[in-house]
């Protein structure tokens, strides 16, 4: 079962350590080491969700998924010393508003939906999804082409078309579309690759 919560409680711990390494209540080391510990737990439960979304529990995945989700986890933790150095350059005693640090956290925040997703599309790998644009008011030409397109699960996957990813145009961090089961038709032929990867 999807969980908001969930989601909402990975995005405040994600806030609060930025907060507190900004404002000098965090050093960095208990930063790193916690923002770690949430990515682990936060990704773990995100891929939870994201594979229940097709009756995927987590006793029955997979080897190549455990394989998925480990690679999301280390490509972000090599990301958790780049973003520390950044706040340490942007603290509130050098006059920066936590605003700034805070838009930040939210690229960080906005990766659980990214791994639910991904998790959707490894464990659902046969099922068919539809692609729909989420509410953001501007939508970039990836996911507007994408839009309404029927494919497999595993097709959006191979071609890297994932809503929330790094290769879409829109970079993915503020993407609010969505992959969704349906019944109707597969598209002919195939998504073409995202403008943003390349």
């Keep these: ?48 969700e994201g594979a229940d979304r097709c009756g995927i529990t987590p006793a029955e995945r997979s080897d190549q998924e455990r394989i998925v989700l480990q690679r999301e986890i280390t490509a972000d933790l090599g ?13 509130q005693a050098q006059g920066v508003k936590l605003a700034v640090v805070l838009s930040r956290a939210e690229i960080w925040t906005h990766r659980y939906v990214s791994i639910q ?13 539809g692609w729909h644009l989420g509410s ?36 993915g961090w503020r ?3 969505r992959l969704e089961p349906t019944r109707a038709p597969v598209t002919s032929g195939h998504p073409r690759y995202p403008g943003g990867g390349r």
């Design 117 to 129: 997703t991904l998790a959707q599309v490894t464990a659902c790998a046969d099922q068919k999804m």
């Design 136 to 171: 953001t008011n501007e939508h970039c030409t990836d996911c507007l082409t994408y839009n309404g397109k029927v494919f497999r699960a595993s097709i959006w996957r191979k071609y890297a078309a994932i809503p929330q990813s790094h290769s879409l145009e829109c970079g």
């Design 79 to 91: 990301r958790i010393r780049p973003f520390g150095d950044w706040i340490n350059q942007h603290t």
């Design 1 to 48: 079962m999807i969980s908001q919560k969930s989601e909402s409680d990975f995005g405040r711990r994600v806030r609060g350590l930025a907060r507190g390494l900004w404002g000098g209540t965090v050093d960095w080391l208990q930063f790193a080491d916690s923002l770690a510990e949430a990515l682990y737990r936060g990704y773990e439960q995100a891929w939870r």
């Design 175 to 177: 993407c609010a579309c």
